[in-house]
């Protein structure tokens, strides 16, 4: 049996408090954009030390929940793979395996005509169709939470990156970064 769902209203409000709280106690910039909002996770601008790190390395790159469509149809979220591997993703509620032959930097969708379509600001460009055929299908059915759901991205069943519940992308010296509450020395979770 599988472990019971908080509701949606207490996972919204502990990611408001999470976020109010690490937002104060880090001083943020207000230019900070919570999991889940249209800016991605990790925009770190690639330096001569990190640019080949980011390319060989598997990582989450952003989550895009929620969308303001019916029952959340066209949501996403774009995942960077090094190489064609046994990819999932996991949240703990729900596995999906991505399609095996997914490989570089990689938008996954359960719904990849409405997610073209939310990307193209409903254009029908030809960049649209372009979007479109970059889109891959997520194999089972797998919602995003914007309420802060634990996200893995698993090579082989074995976890290789995680967006935590609360991430912020913030602006630094070095470029923008992902950061948690664990981040900041005096927050820490509560057991």
Known sequence: MSPRRPSRRSRVAALLLLVAATSVACSLPAAAAPLGAAAPLDEVEPTSANA???????RIVGLYPNPTTAENRGEYLVVSLPERANWSLSDGYYDAGIPANASGTVT???APNRTASILAGDSGTAAAAADRRQIRRLTDYFPLSASGDRI???RNGTAVDVAEPGALVVGTDEGRRRVHAGDCEHLRDAE
């Open 52 to 58: 080949s790190a980011a390319d060989s390395e598997p």
């Open 108 to 110: 996954l969708s359960t």
């Open 152 to 154: 893995e991205l698993r």
